[in-house]
């Protein structure tokens, strides 16, 4: 083998740009055999490494087999290959995972086994010999393998596919509950847990790429559990707007009771990948106890996905800076919402312009208006003076019209009303004649809507 500086690697570019550049197949066939007869394996790995991340243009032109022998020849050789072990290695599609096979039945002791491979969904476990890829590779994984496949695995050919460890991917964790998890634990090693709204175009902040290990996932859902969801209550005898809206408000006043606002990540000269960012971008937000407004708008449309509501997460503009905000579905209406602007008046309990709101209202200039004027409802007024508008430029095409508002008067009795809902329900429920909220969980309305979610998630729809 040669010494780095004995390779040409200024041929060895111009042949791979002319190769990269061809678009006719049969000039482009041809012109990759001639970069095999020119050029040795471990030069062009050497010049993969130099120019692009290590192993991209090699795989391009040589295989996966090519790639191991390369490593094992350099390596027996005295090269070191520390900066090639420590890379990631995509496995790609069914030739890979065959010459893989091939690669674990020899007799082969080096530190190519400390290779960082990631197999894509589930070819691994069809094709693979996944005891002794594990035993050879104990660093692989299945990246991001869809929730609805797993489903659909278990189901379909359910077996012990343990060995290579999974990182599930989730549209949000309404569809991952903690008994779910540990069916699909008996059968499958998981690593941890994507969370990723599938329909949404922008990616505002690098969180939504970044999985959750096993254990934090589960830290989170079991506080949603404890902490949230078994403290809402519902009168069952209201329709689905007021159903949907008594759940919303509840868990805003709760996230904002449980999360303060990170004024240190959202400094403008914080990295947007950095791991305080990331964090106080995310639903570690329920665990650290703060975050930034797309942490906000995160942990809201997860939690919410856990009582069977739906929302976005919307990126745009507010006073001139990034921001990120809820749309919010009650009923069959959608409504914008900013719990990160909303919350200190939330918890002062006073109405906010901010929470289910117009289009009309919720996008302009900001601005202070009085709204229902002189209109009652039940005895009380539901005239409210607040700051409406200043959001501006949704981008994505995720975001929905919002056609109507919900007066802040009245979201903003319902969130005093729900702050005594438990004081209450334990003074009267035994009355023969109560007639008010009862627990969400347990009630019909749970009941009926975990069944429609579990229809909605079948594998067979």
């Not at 040409?8 to 190769?19: A, F, H, Q």
């Not at 659909?152 to 991917?169: A, F, S, V």
């Not at 009380?380 to 994505?396: A, C, D, L, R």
């Amino acid at each position: 083998m040669k010494n780095e500086s004995e390779i040409n690697y200024d041929l060895i570019n111009d042949l791979y740009l002319s190769w990269l550049n061809e678009q006719d197949p049969f000039m482009q066939r041809k012109k990759k055999d001639d970069i095999k007869n020119r050029v040795s394996p471990y030069e062009f790995l050497m010049y993969s490494s130099r120019y692009t991340s290590p192993f991209t243009a090699f795989r391009e032109i040589f295989s996966l087999t090519d790639l191991f022998d390369t490593l094992d020849k350099a390596e027996k050789c005295g090269k070191d290959i520390t900066h090639f072990i420590n890379q990631t290695l995509v496995i790609k599609d069914i030739e890979d995972i065959q010459e893989l096979n091939r690669f674990t039945k020899k007799d082969v002791s080096s530190d190519i086994g400390n290779l960082n491979l990631r197999f894509q969904q589930s070819n691994i476990f069809q094709y693979g010999d996944i005891k002794n890829i594990s035993k050879k590779f104990p660093y692989s994984c299945v990246n991001y393998f869809d929730l609805e496949l797993v489903e659909e695995m278990l189901k379909n050919n359910p077996r012990d596919y343990k060995g290579i460890p999974i990182i599930i991917t989730i549209d949000n964790i309404g569809e991952l509950p903690l008994d779910k998890l540990s069916q699909i634990e008996e059968s499958f090693d998981v690593a941890g847990i994507r969370i990723i709204e599938k329909t949404r175009e922008s990616r505002t902040h690098q969180g939504e790429q970044r999985p959750l290990n096993l254990r934090t996932y589960k830290q989170i859902r079991t506080l949603v559990n404890n902490e949230i969801i078994s403290n809402l209550y519902i009168n069952e005898d209201a329709n689905k707007v007021s159903i949907d809206l008594q759940l919303a408000t509840q868990i805003i006043d709760k996230i904002v009771s449980m999360v303060d606002y990170d004024f240190e990540a959202a400094k403008p000269e914080k990295l947007s990948f950095s791991d305080e960012v990331v964090n106080a971008s995310g639903l570690i937000g329920l665990l650290t106890g703060k975050s930034i407004c797309k942490g906000y708008a995160e942990i809201f449309r997860n939690v919410f996905s856990c009582v069977g509501g739906e929302s976005k997460v919307i990126d745009g503009y507010y006073a001139g800076g990034l921001h990120s905000w809820n749309q919010i579905k009650l009923g069959d209406i959608w409504f914008n919402t900013d719990i990160t602007t909303a919350r200190n008046t939330i918890r002062e309990g006073n109405p906010s312009g901010n929470l289910f709101m117009s289009d009309q209202a919720f996008f302009g200039d900001r601005r202070k208006v009085t709204l229902e004027k002189g209109v009652e409802l039940k005895g009380k007024s539901m005239e409210s003076t607040v700051i409406i508008g200043g959001h501006s430029n949704p981008y994505g095409l995720n975001n929905k019209k919002c056609d109507t508002y919900i007066t802040p008067a009245v979201t903003s009795n319902l969130i005093q009303n729900s702050r005594l809902y438990d004081e209450n329900y334990r003074k009267e429920c035994n009355s023969k004649d109560y007639k008010g909220v009862v627990p969400y969980v347990g009630s019909n309305i749970e009941k009926t809507r975990s069944n429609s979610r579990n229809i909605e998630t079948s594998p067979n729809r």
